[in-house]
């Protein structure tokens, strides 16, 4: 198949999937010349089944998260996967909330284990039967999910090394100094309420 692939082509491809998954795979959705398919959280390992042994996406490329804290079911659990016979490539997107766990990809791509940990270190997101679910990318009795939307920019503690006791100690965050941006560009003029000389310029006055 040629590459990129139609959206037409693409279409086919979504409503073929769907139409054998019974249920198992909802929704096709083709924006942009990719393929996105949608279904139930609890039957994804079939799902994800189904897309390699049917349709011949034999390897995951990414597995991550997406929050959206406006809603019941906040995350999206996003699956990304490549044929290579084929030349195409699909996303699969499932929701959950955060005491819901996902079943775990591991046993049909086993590249799901670390993804899957990326994604419970990061957004907080557990995925049930995965053979070591911790913390990959953050620091141990790290608190929060750092890629969550409402975690705060400063995070909740600071990390410094004690010349005293000789160690690394975490303390709550104290006090932030946020620099202040004023954008102003000395190529595209003075802006309303910005000063008319730029610090420096009295210089070339003199």
């Known amino acids: 198949m040629t590459w990129p692939v139609k959206d037409t082509d693409l279409t086919k491809l979504g409503k073929a999937i769907c139409k054998g998954a019974k249920g198992i795979i909802t929704v096709a959705d083709v924006q942009f010349g990719e393929l996105t398919l949608t279904g139930p959280a609890s039957r994804i390992v079939?799902?994800?089944?189904?897309?390699?042994?049917?349709?011949g996406f034999h390897q995951l490329i990414d597995l991550c998260g997406a929050d959206y804290p406006e809603r019941p079911l906040r995350f999206d659990v996003v699956y990304h996967l490549l044929s290579m016979t084929h030349n195409r490539r699909v996303r699969i997107k499932v929701q959950t909330d955060e005491d819901t766990p996902v079943a775990s990809a591991t046993g049909v791509f086993p590249a799901a284990n670390?993804?899957?940990?990326?994604?419970?270190?990061?957004?907080?997101?557990?995925?049930?039967?995965?053979?070591?679910l911790r913390r990959i990318l953050t620091d141990y009795g790290f608190h929060g999910h750092p890629l969550r939307k409402d975690f705060p920019m400063t995070g909740y503690v600071e990390?410094?090394?004690?010349?005293?006791?000789?160690?690394?100690?975490y303390e709550p965050v104290k006090s932030v100094e946020w620099r202040n941006w004023d954008f102003l560009s000395p190529w595209e003029g003075i802006e309303r309420g910005f000063a008319a000389v730029l610090p420096g310029d009295e210089k070339g006055k003199s």
């Open 114 to 132: 670390w993804f899957e940990r990326e994604a419970f270190d990061m957004y907080g997101i557990f995925f049930d039967n995965h053979p070591d």
């Open 46 to 55: 079939e799902a994800l089944t189904i897309l390699r042994d049917e349709h």
């Open 159 to 169: 990390v410094r090394y004690d010349e005293e006791l000789k160690r690394v100690v």
